[in-house]
């Protein structure tokens, strides 16, 4: 199974600062024949299903804030929320779907400091 | 809009069978989407349990394939999750989801239901 390790498991930041969380998978997550890398990002509010917010790397999914970016290639990818708000409380999990079985890192705790 | 929602037994016995059901309202499951499983615990974190295309083909997680099986109800427009010989390590939040528009396999999930819990006790 691919390893998807996140750093760090959780942050404080202030509002209005920015918030950056770290995914490494234990193996390259891009699929040679279209270049597109298999790593997706979601936020998970309490008592909610995860919400998919960026797809391959770097896509920001429909109705996602613009503060929402994702960059990275190979094995090491980074979510950065620029300008924090109240609202981005959450859980932050990657998900890599290069190869089965699918894998999510542990997860990223954001609060407001 | 595409919405999804787990139904089934809170509660299940170990060793027994664990079966949960997906409504899908708002798109048909005939369309050409992958419909997934995945199951959330403290201990294990976000699991994927496997998933089914509209053409009927499955793809499972390895460490779970002898036990899942996920198939598809059209004229119920819905999907079907069946996980056998049950222990506590099965206790978990199970979510269905759909994939994303146009992924040939192995597809992110795009929309989510609120899942629903499942404990295996005696």
């Known amino acids: 199974d691919i390893v998807m390790t996140q750093s760090p498991d959780s942050l404080a930041v202030s509002l209005g600062e920015r918030a950056t969380i770290n995914c490494k998978s234990s193996?390259?997550?891009?699929?040679?024949?279209?270049?597109?890398?298999?790593l997706s990002w979601y936020q998970q509010k309490p008592g909610q299903p995860p919400q998919l917010l960026i797809y391959?790397?770097?896509t920001r999914e429909s109705g996602v804030p613009d503060r929402f970016s994702g960059s990275g290639s190979g094995t090491d990818f980074t979510l950065t929320i620029n300008s924090l708000q109240a609202e981005d409380v959450a859980v932050y999990y990657c998900?890599?779907?290069?190869?089965?079985?699918?894998?999510f890192g542990g997860g990223t705790k954001v609060e407001i400091k | 809009q595409v919405q999804l929602q787990e139904s089934g037994p809170g509660l299940v016995k170990p060793s027994g069978t664990l079966s949960l059901t997906c409504v899908v309202s708002?798109?048909?499951?005939?369309?050409?989407?992958?419909w997934t499983w995945v199951r959330q615990s403290p201990g294990r974190g976000l699991e994927w349990i496997g998933e089914?295309?509209?053409?009927?083909?499955?793809n499972y997680n390895p460490s779970l394939k002898s036990r899942v099986t996920i198939s598809l109800d059209r004229p119920k427009n819905h999907f079907s999750l069946i996980l056998t010989s049950v222990t506590a390590a099965d206790t978990a939040l199970y979510y269905c989801?759909?994939?994303?528009?146009?992924?040939?396999?192995?597809?992110?999930?795009?929309?989510w239901g609120q899942g629903t819990l499942v404990t295996v006790s005696s």
């Open positions: 708002g798109g048909s499951i005939s369309s050409n989407n992958w």
């Open positions: 193996q390259s997550v891009l699929y040679k024949s279209d270049n597109m890398i298999d």
């Open positions: 998900l890599q779907s290069y190869t089965t079985p699918l894998t």
């Open positions: 089914i295309h509209h053409t009927g083909n499955t």
């Open positions: 989801a759909r994939g994303m528009l146009g992924v040939v396999a192995l597809s992110p999930p795009v929309v």
């Open positions: 391959w790397a770097s």
